[in-house]
Structures are given as C-alpha cells and as structure tokens.
C-alpha cells in the first residue's frame, strides 16, 4: 500500500495568512485527493489532483481559496489562502490504489 | 450525495456484535469502509463492488445490496481494538470519475 508523508502535522495561523500543506507518495499515483475534517466531522473532499491538469473543485471550494499544485505523480500541495478561524480544520491527503484510499497522517490548522 | 449511517454511535462490551448501516438515495457503484482512530487518519477496512458481494476480513464482514442502495457492516466478538469512528463512503462514477463520499460516521466504542 501506499506511504503518504503529509507536513507540516500541525500549525498555528494568523488570520489573513496562508497555510501551505505538503502531501509526499513513495509511488507514482495518478489522482490524488485532498479533504477536510472539522473536529468530530465527517472527510469532505475538497477536490482532486491530477497530475498534468487543473484541480477539479467541489461545490463549496475555490481554487483562489484553496489553491492546489500537483507538479509530478508523487507530490501535491494544498495552500489554504486568507486563512480565518472558519479555517480551522484537519486537512487529509489521499491517494488512490487499487481502488481503495490511503490517507496521510494530517495537517491540524489552527487559525487565531 | 453523502450516504446516510446509522447508528450514530453505539457502545458495546468486549465480545458482543454490532452493526453498521449505510444507506445511499442514488445507484451506487461500490462502497468503502473505514475506520478512523482518535486522532489518526481513516484507515481502509473493506471494498464492495456492483454486484451484491459480501466480505470478510477476520471478524469484520460486510455486505452490499445494490437494490436497495445499502450496505452493512458486522463487527463480531468485538475487541477493544475495534473502537473508533466508522465511516462508509460511497462512490457512483467509478473510473476516472472517481469521487468517495463518506458517511457522517458511527462511533464505535468497545469496554471491557
């Protein structure tokens, strides 16, 4: 299965600045996926990455907001931009193998 | 469309059974299941495609009936590793459409 490095863990943010998160695969994936936990909440997807085209977005997301690069087939980013407390969250990153997902360890954004 | 779990949350005593629904308004083309510990990432339990299967994975099984759009998971002679919080996703493409939509989750607690 799949190893996916996801930093930084956590991060304590000012208001109106930007977050960027770091999701590492120790294999080539072709989509790769980014979601958001609020505490106690359920994973929802905040859109996919594929490698060579435009993120694809989910109803409720951005890209000026949520701003995704996917430069190989083992790397993505995810920055949250003009951050709020609203923002406060657990971002996941997952890939797909196999049909099955495989979730990074998390990024817990804390926004003052 | 995110499916619909029940129950929300239940607690058990070492050794006893449990289990989880999934329900979906739409067709669906497989459903996931998932564990997630407290602060830890989902982890992977289970896949059931189109088709009415059903699966085992030591004592954890689950079943899907298309007809019905459901799927159920069952815990037996649960251990106390099996707490946490399960989620059902559920994806209707399938292919390069690929989009989980998870469940609100069942919160699983197992006491000694």
């Known amino acids: 299965s799949a190893v996916i490095s996801q930093k930084p863990s956590r991060d304590i943010c000012q208001r109106g600045t930007s977050l960027t998160i770091q999701c590492q695969v120790d294999?080539?994936?072709?989509?790769m996926f980014w979601y958001r936990q609020q505490p106690g909440q359920s994973l929802t997807l905040i859109a996919t990455a594929n490698q060579g085209s435009e993120a694809t977005y989910e109803s409720g997301f951005v890209i000026d907001k949520f701003p995704i690069s996917r430069p190989n087939l083992t790397f993505s980013t995810l920055t949250v931009s003009n951050l709020s407390p609203e923002d406060s969250s657990i971002y996941l990153c997952?890939?797909?193998?196999?049909?099955?997902?495989?979730f990074g360890s998390g990024t817990q954004l804390s926004v003052l | 469309q995110q499916p619909v779990q029940s129950p929300q949350a239940v607690i058990l005593r070492e050794g006893e059974d449990a289990v989880i629904n999934c329900s979906s308004s739409?067709?669906?083309?497989?459903v996931h299941w998932y564990r997630q510990k407290h602060g830890e990432a989902p982890v992977f339990l289970m896949i059931l495609l189109k088709g009415g299967e059903q699966k085992g994975h030591e004592k954890i099984s689950a079943s899907f009936n298309e007809k019905k759009q459901q799927s159920s998971l069952y815990l037996t002679a649960s251990q106390l590793s099996y707490s946490g919080t399960y989620f059902c996703g559920t994806e209707m493409g399938g292919g390069s459409n690929y989009k989980l939509t998870f469940g609100k989750g069942t919160l699983l607690t197992v006491n000694p």
């Open positions: 997952s890939v797909r193998e196999n049909e099955k997902l495989f």
């Open positions: 739409k067709a669906l083309y497989s």
């Open positions: 294999s080539q994936v072709t989509m």
